[in-house]
């Protein structure tokens, strides 16, 4: 089933890991889940809790994604531009995506 997907820098991720995950978003955060806001979301296969930041909204095939958890903020706290800087960060910089996104 295509659907409502969010792509996810998390927060700790080593260098070697470090990549966008995309997630399936929960028809009751498809107006609360903004570009730019930060989310909880389950990692890994104890499905530990841990914070991401949202790159990318999108529309997807749902089927095998993990749900984001919950929406942090009520507001983007990165607008497009910084999220823009923090890409062009970890591609020269090599920096993980959160590096970026604590510098900006």
């Known amino acids: 089933m295509v659907g409502l997907a969010?792509?996810?820098a998390l927060d700790g991720a080593a260098f070697a890991f470090d990549k966008l995950y995309t997630y399936a978003v929960p028809p009751e955060m498809h107006?609360?889940?903004k570009t730019g806001c930060r989310v909880t979301v389950p990692f890994?296969?104890?499905n530990t809790k841990k914070q991401g930041m949202v790159f990318c909204v999108?529309?997807?095939?749902?089927?095998?994604l993990k749900a984001v958890i919950s929406v942090i903020d009520k507001e983007p706290v990165l607008n497009p531009e910084m999220l823009k800087m923090c890409e062009?960060?970890?591609?020269?910089?090599?920096?993980t995506y959160y590096d970026a996104?604590?510098?900006v």
């Open 44 to 46: 890994g296969g104890g």
């Open 58 to 64: 999108l529309n997807a095939e749902l089927k095998g």
């Open 31 to 33: 107006k609360s889940l």
């Open 88 to 95: 062009f960060m970890h591609e020269s910089c090599f920096c």
């Open 6 to 8: 969010a792509q996810i």
């Open 101 to 103: 996104v604590h510098a």
